[in-house]
């Protein structure tokens, strides 16, 4: 299941120390990742839409993006 692996993969980061992490716009990782890390900041990546903004801010992302 890809969010259980983000979830390993951003733990094993946040264990190592990182304290920014980039993701794609996976809400329901997001939101496990940040219930129990309060000083992680994720951004989350791919957003296309205000909709999708706004649940990625809700789940707990410090800010959001799309490459132009």
């Not at 733990?11 to 304290?19: P, T, V």
């Not at 129990?36 to 999708?52: L, R, V």
């Amino acid at each position: 299941d890809d969010t259980k692996r983000a979830v390993e993969i951003a733990n094993a980061y946040i264990e190592g120390g990182l304290k920014v992490i980039e993701m794609n716009a996976n809400i329901e990782a997001i939101s496990e990742i940040t219930k129990n890390n309060n000083d992680i900041s994720i951004a989350a990546g791919g957003i296309i839409t205000s909709i999708q903004a706004q649940r990625a801010m809700e789940a707990g992302a410090a800010f959001s993006y799309e490459a132009v």
